[in-house]
């Protein structure tokens, strides 16, 4: 897919604005939304074959249809984000509407042959970054593009800002859009903003160990930044035997954690043996936890907005790389279990105290779970998806964040997508630590894009 190559003809870009008028208001993001780190637009894609049943359907005129109508509900999508006293986000519901691409592309996805997963070599091709669109302030929230497949297939690719909401959220506004194209009227969980659940207490108070907000001292090795030269943008496979595989180094009281915890242990430990980072340096893995479930009582269902920790579990480098793999998913999982509602609390207050201070880089990777949203069956009408979710690794600037994204193979085995970048001789010893940890199996690595600094 890397060599592919074919033409997308676009239309102008157009506002797509709420299906009827809705509230003109202010809208407060909470302090969990309006984290430095969150200040991004992430990049997403969804893709699906012709259905014989859907053919006199065209996609794009269904796919902005029901946008318009879910704006009605999701109104603060179709206004602007503005900044007010010490950078405090807001949203203007103005109904100014989203930004929409129609597009046309002479291509097939049989053409894709099994690349269709993160990394796209020609993402840029199915989602247009409008000039402006990228900015965090006083442009729309949600950028859509929807190209038109020659075999009658079509791409539905869009960014939306970070601090509007989180994956889960993310996850019902996109079953709302889906239902509306199928027919719908409303949605079946109504949306809830309630953003003053998360804001800061007053007087605000720390009261938690926030290691994923700590101020570390940079070094030379171990920080993987868009600065560096020749980065390499992988994707790999985990599918029955690599999982098997893990879990078969762990020992026995850890039989029973989760695919997530395994895939992130491999992830944190071969990575820091792949940057060669010194033995008594601090590496941390910081693991995106839903908070909404913590709380008593739990948060809105219906509530779309960021409601999210991310806990540092911290070792030495020696220490995580020296121990089996056990060792680090103990580490996660005591990490994961710091989450409560006075963790989230103590964070939302930690962002005014610290004006809203970001986690640190320095030798650390982030990691988030998708594949509990399911987006690959998110269903517009033409039935489940080829693939659903991010269309690259990474999170705005920082490079070192991951996410783990459901994904069925060439040979029709479900499993997990880890799409990662590295600089490309440490690239080389991740996959060899990998090919090494699952046995020689050498069947994880399934794309690999080379990117020289002028493109990040």
């Given at each position: 897919m890397?060599?592919l190559?074919?033409?997308?003809r ?10 009827i ?36 359907k ?17 109104y ?48 840029h091709?199915l989602?247009y ?9 006083n ?84 920080t993987?930044t ?56 601090e ?61 989230v609390?103590?964070?939302a ?8 201070c ?36 990474g ?51 399934i ?9 990040l």
């Amino acid at each position: 897919m890397a060599s592919l190559e074919f033409t997308v003809r676009r239309c102008q870009p157009q506002l797509v604005s709420p299906a009827i008028p809705t509230p003109h208001e202010v809208k407060l993001l909470s302090d969990i939304d309006d984290q430095e780190g969150l200040r991004f637009h992430v990049p997403w894609i969804q893709i699906y074959r012709m259905q014989a049943s859907m053919a006199e359907k065209d996609p794009v005129q269904v796919i902005r249809q029901a946008l318009s109508q879910t704006l009605v509900f999701y109104y603060p999508f179709a206004g602007r984000l503005r900044e007010g006293p010490h950078r405090k986000l807001m949203v203007d519901c103005t109904g100014e509407g989203v930004m929409f691409i129609e597009a046309h592309a002479d291509v097939t996805l049989d053409e894709f042959g099994d690349s269709l997963h993160p990394p796209f070599p020609c993402f840029h091709e199915l989602l247009y970054h409008v000039p402006g669109s990228q900015q965090v302030t006083n442009t729309p929230i949600l950028l859509v593009q929807v190209t038109r497949l020659r075999c009658g297939g079509f791409i539905l690719a869009f960014s939306f800002n970070h601090t509007i909401c989180d994956g889960a959220g993310l996850s019902q506004f996109m079953s709302t859009w889906a239902e509306m194209a199928r027919g719908a009227t409303k949605p079946s969980i109504p949306p809830v903003w309630r953003r003053e659940l998360l804001m800061a207490r007053d007087p605000p108070r720390i009261t938690c160990n926030h290691r994923e907000y700590e101020h570390v001292p940079d070094t030379v090795k171990g920080t993987v930044t868009s600065n560096e030269h020749d980065m390499v943008l992988r994707s790999f496979f985990f599918g029955p035997s690599q999982i098997a595989a893990i879990r078969g180094l762990v020992p026995p009281h850890l039989q029973h954690c989760s695919t997530f915890d395994l895939i992130t242990a491999c992830l944190w430990r071969c990575r820091t043996k792949a940057l060669e980072i010194e033995a008594e340096e601090e590496v941390r893995m910081m693991v995106i936890v839903n908070a909404r479930a913590k709380f008593n009582p739990p948060l809105p269902v219906g509530y779309y907005g960021n409601a999210f920790a991310y806990p540092a579990a911290v070792a030495t480098a020696g220490k995580l790389c020296e121990n089996p793999i056990g060792y680090a998913v103990e580490l996660i999982k005591k990490a994961k279990g710091e989450v409560t509602e006075e963790y989230v609390h103590s964070v939302a207050d930690l962002m005014v105290i610290k004006d809203g201070c970001t986690f640190t880089p320095i030798r650390s990777c982030l990691i988030s779970d998708l594949s509990r949203g399911r987006f690959r069956e998110v269903d517009f009408g033409w039935g489940e998806g080829v693939y659903g979710g991010v269309a690259e690794g990474g999170a705005g600037r920082f490079v070192g964040a991951t996410y783990q994204v459901l994904h069925k193979n060439g040979r029709g085995e479900e499993g997990i997508v880890l799409p990662i970048w590295l600089p490309a001789e440490a690239m080389d010893r991740f996959a060899d630590e990998l090919d090494h940890m699952f046995g020689n199996q050498n069947q994880t690595t399934i794309t690999t894009l080379y990117f020289p600094r002028s493109t990040l």
